[in-house]
């Protein structure tokens, strides 16, 4: 039998595991992970992605019903963590929804995993 303490822990951390975003990967094509701090270039709605890139996969970030801590910043992190496990160094944002009152108050974004060569001169040219 557990005890008292026991289930309060086992409580606190499904209640924390349940309060973040859900992070859905899809995978096509694996490459080596990148180090935790390279960057991961962000493409946006309006921009297009380079011709010559490589699609490794698709990331969504949604809401688990209960989450907090779900602005746009964090949302994108979160993308770029997942590219970053995949061993891409760039994301293509596909899908923004943005908070609604009488909805979701997260951001959920999908994103299309890249691996681009050369991102450096994509960087300078931005």
């Known amino acids: ?6 289930v309060l822990l086992i409580s ?9 975003p859900t992070v859905t990967t899809s995978l096509s094509q694996n490459y080596p992970p990148l180090d935790y701090d390279q ?3 962000v493409f946006h709605l ?12 698709e990331v969504k970030i949604g809401d688990s019903g209960f989450s907090i801590n779900c602005g746009y910043p964090v949302v994108l992190k979160k993308a770029k963590l997942e590219a970053r496990k995949l061993g891409g160094n760039a994301i293509k ?18 994103a299309i995993i890249l ?9 300078a040219s931005r």
Do not use: W
């Open 115 to 123: 691996r681009v060569e050369n991102i450096d001169e994509y960087e």
């Open 12 to 20: 606190i951390a499904i209640t924390f595991a349940s309060c973040s």
């Open 1 to 6: 039998m557990k005890t008292p303490n026991e």
């Open 46 to 57: 309006d921009q297009n992605q380079p011709k010559q890139a490589v699609v490794l996969g």
């Open 93 to 110: 944002i596909i899908k923004h929804k943005l908070p609604h009152p009488l909805g979701s108050t997260c951001h959920r974004i999908t």
């Open 39 to 41: 960057e991961v270039m």
